[in-house]
């Protein structure tokens, strides 16, 4: 047996200090989604866990007067669709955190625990990225911020130091015209995991693609910020041409693994075809249709 | 191990149990407190057999631990009937014999009651995509999609 213990701090200091004392075999329990399979299936086996759902900070969703939000990084997959404006203003950062797992799921699964999960098929993350999403961490030494592009560094690594604990994601406000979407390739309609997923983060201003940014999971060890996707759409009124260059850069920005859910070749085929259809949706979205 | 004095509702009821920091909300219902309705299916959160709501929101009990539970209301399979007067979902599943093996059956029901309290008027599609995270291997579906929809029906009705 193990001599596991668990806490349910109130304050965040409390949790990082317990975060930290607890060392490697400490965990943080956010939904819990990914570290309850874990100890099931003998994969880790916490020294403590701290659980973070009774931090205010860690748990609340708030609008900021300049139109920007600031979400917990516990905040509940169901929690987050039920708030009255976020899903408006984000619906791709919001349809990717909602396509994790069922709805028993979306009652725990959060973007924090999504995206220190560390999985380059995240279905939380390529949005994020595409966003500009800052996520902000506390840890033993204070507080910092880190794009959430920086966040993964590999399969189950990210760029948080030992002790630090995930807070809160900071999104931007966002210009008139301005929309994203996500969309994800599983050979199901429900409850896999994705071969690739693609968010699409669009500004556009009298059908012209102003500000672009293209976010790629699932085919490279970590979720991709294409920049070069975000180049060929910018200044396009997204004709073929543009979208054709943009998919290119997608298929080209991919580096995934042969497994069971796809080839190597099929993904990086699919990697472009869902730029295309993901910046269309966002397209529509952003010019209010 | 040094084990946890937890105080929760569970159906209603003011419940106190021990529990090991690591032990799952579903293991303390099923060994613990005797409420064997709840299944364990696969024990990661696939299969839906083990779904309760914990103040008010859909989840698997397999993936809370019990030592979560402290200061919140947990409805489970157990608390659906009135006494011996079954939900309509619950009187439904029988009479249009939504049900084959039955390990399904407690998590179908209680995923469906969670979505009639929040849409009383679903379309059959939002009654799938709602019950896609509660698996079976008997029925194919069909018959239980439909107990749903007729109970859903017959609510609006009564209403």
């Excluded at chain 2, 069909?142 to 209403?159: P, S």
């Amino acid at each position: 047996m193990t001599d596991t213990q668990y806490m349910a701090p109130q304050t965040l200091d409390e949790a990082v200090t317990a975060f930290a004392a607890g060392g490697e075999a400490a965990r943080i329990l956010a939904g819990g989604t990914d570290l309850l399979v874990q100890m099931g299936a003998g994969m880790v086996n916490p020294g403590v866990i701290v659980d973070v759902k009774k931090i205010t900070e860690l748990n609340s969703i708030e609008e900021t007067a300049d139109g920007g939000f600031v979400v917990g990084a516990a905040v509940a997959g169901a929690v987050l669709e039920e708030h009255p404006t976020f899903g408006k203003v984000w619906p791709g950062v919001l349809e990717g955190l909602n396509l994790i797992g069922s709805t028993q799921i979306q009652g725990r699964a959060s973007l924090g625990g999504n995206l220190c999960n560390g999985s380059p098929a995240a279905d939380g993350v390529p949005a994020m990225v595409a966003a500009g999403a800052v996520l902000t961490v506390q840890g033993p030494n204070g507080r910092r911020d880190i794009p959430v592009k920086d966040v993964p560094t590999g399969p189950g690594k990210t760029s948080l130091a030992p002790g630090e604990i995930a807070v809160c994601f900071t999104f931007p406000p966002r210009p008139a015209g301005s929309s994203d979407a996500y969309l994800r390739m599983i050979p199901r309609t429900e409850m896999d995991i994705a071969v690739v997923g693609v968010g699409v983060n669009l500004t556009m201003k009298d059908g012209v693609c102003t500000d672009a940014s293209v976010g790629l999971g699932a085919v490279a060890p970590t979720v991709l910020l294409v920049e070069d996707a975000a180049k060929a759409l910018i200044g396009s009124k997204l004709d073929a041409a543009a979208l054709d260059a943009a998919a290119a850069a997608c298929s080209a920005a991919c580096n995934p693994i042969d497994d069971k859910r796809g080839t190597i070749a099929y993904r990086t085929k699919v990697a472009g075809v869902l730029l295309k259809r993901t910046a269309a949706i966002a397209a529509k979205r952003a010019a209010g249709v | 191990m040094a084990k946890l004095h937890i105080s929760t509702t569970i159906n209603g009821e003011p419940t106190e149990y021990l529990c090991a920091p690591d032990e799952t909300m579903l293991d303390v219902l099923r060994n613990g407190l005797g409420l064997t309705g709840s299944k364990e299916g696969c024990g990661s959160g696939d299969c839906g057999a083990c779904s309760i709501t914990m103040d008010g929101r859909l989840v698997c009990a397999c993936l809370v631990l019990a030592a979560e539970a402290e200061g919140s209301e947990i409805e489970t399979i157990e608390g659906m009937a009135d006494g011996e007067a079954l939900h309509p979902l619950q009187q439904k599943f029988l009479e249009m014999a939504a049900l084959q093996c039955g390990i399904c059956t407690p998590g179908m029901l209680v995923a469906a009651k969670s979505l009639l309290e929040q849409n009383p008027n679903p379309t059959e599609t939002e009654v799938r995509y709602w019950l896609a995270g509660n698996l079976c291997r008997c029925t194919g579906y069909d018959k239980i999609i439909r107990a749903v929809m007729d109970t859903a029906a017959d609510m609006r009705g009564a209403a």
